[in-house]
């Protein structure tokens, strides 16, 4: 009886052990970013090389806005087609009463 305790602590112990070196082998600070310290210390992604954010034009804000209020009317969705006929999954079929 002595025997297992002894075992169960062990065990106990060293799942104890391994999560505590486990967390020191990966603490750390995280380095999602890098900074540049030529470009005076801003941020840039390590991973992929990242484009910066280019500017809209005014013309292509203005269009963008169009759109906006386009969708916000109430009119059809730009991005959504709408068919002229239903389609055949929106027809009514008849079923028999026993399914």
């Known amino acids: 009886m002595l025997g297992k305790i002894w075992r169960t602590l062990l065990v106990i112990g060293l ?3 391994l999560t505590w070196a486990a967390g020191q ?3 750390g600070p995280p380095s999602v970013l890098k900074l540049n310290d030529e470009a005076g210390g801003s941020a840039t992604a390590e991973a992929g090389g990242a484009e ?5 034009s005014s013309a292509e804000i203005e269009a963008e ?8 009317s109430g009119g059809p969705d730009p991005g959504e087609a709408v068919a002229e ?5 929106d027809l ?4 028999p009463s026993d399914i």
Do not use: C, D
């Open 15 to 17: 799942g104890l052990g």
């Open 52 to 56: 910066p954010v280019r500017e809209l």
């Open 85 to 89: 006929k239903p389609l055949p999954a």
């Open 92 to 95: 009514g079929v008849a079923l």
């Open 65 to 72: 806005l169009k759109n906006v209020e386009k969708v916000l």
């Open 25 to 27: 082998v990966g603490s």
